[in-house]
């Protein structure tokens, strides 16, 4: 990376939607239905990769819409339309650093810091033995290096880090202005190149994760204190619950 030059790896529908499972009356769960499906946090990344730099190529996993990060300002895609996605995060890390890989020498990797898969990104970067920023707000260029702004527990921390850099990327709102259907038109145009898992150097070891089941977790106790017509007397009942829980 150069002050003048920084190239950007967006990857986009890297996890299923896990509101697309058909779960069975034996707790079976089929993913056969399930998309990927961008989410907000893909929008935020796509954002923060356009704020970095004009040279964007674009890494999807599965059977997303190729043309979406094209649309989006990524100059060309790599997709890798394996089915076997969605249980194992280190093979799906596995499986993107290889992708990395192959488009070549590459700056910075931004991802969606998707609640779906939320290891993936950080696996990633061990994979590729980069450093890892979750939670990223907002990403900058400076000098040789970046200016990344993430959400952190105690509020918004900066920090300056020199590339090579994973970023995941983390949604505030829902995307502001998505493409036309001329830009997707146009989108459609732009190169898509298709590689196996195998191509990669990434194809899974036997299954060693099976899939049984699926079940809710067990409902908590609720206690409701009404306090409309006696305020007091609800207060002093909430109270002596929270003692009885320990909470005081």
């Not at 599965?62 to 979406?68: C, F, H, L, R, V």
């Not at 590339?163 to 145009?189: D, F, N, Q, S």
């Amino acid at each position: 990376m150069t002050a003048q030059s920084v190239k950007c790896v967006l990857i986009f529908k890297w996890a299923r939607n896990p509101l697309d499972a058909r779960v069975g009356l034996d707790g079976a769960v089929d993913w056969s239905f399930a998309n990927m499906a961008a989410s907000d946090d893909d929008a935020a990344a796509a954002v923060a990769a356009r704020n970095l730099s004009d040279d964007i190529v674009a890494l999807t996993l599965g059977n997303g819409d190729t043309a979406w990060a094209a649309a989006r300002g990524a100059s060309r895609t790599v997709t890798v339309p394996d089915p076997r996605i969605g249980l194992d995060s280190s093979w799906t890390a596995r499986l993107l650093a290889g992708g990395v890989r192959h488009i070549g020498e590459v700056d910075v990797v931004l991802a969606g810091d998707c609640a779906w898969d939320p290891a993936a990104p950080v696996l990633l970067g061990a994979c590729l033995g980069w450093p890892t920023l979750a939670g990223v707000i907002e990403a900058r260029r400076e000098g040789g290096g970046l200016r990344v702004v993430r959400r952190a527990e105690s509020g918004n921390e900066t920090l300056e880090v020199t590339p090579p850099v994973v970023l995941a990327v983390l949604a505030r709102h829902t995307e502001k202005e998505p493409p036309g259907m001329k830009a997707i038109l146009a989108a459609r145009k732009k190169p898509v190149e298709k590689m196996t898992a195998a191509d990669l150097g990434a194809a899974p070891a036997a299954d060693s994760l099976v899939l049984c089941g699926s079940a809710l977790p067990p409902a908590t106790k609720a206690q409701i204190f009404a306090g409309r017509d006696d305020p007091a007397g609800a207060a002093a009942q909430l109270i002596a619950a929270l003692r009885k829980e320990g909470v005081l």
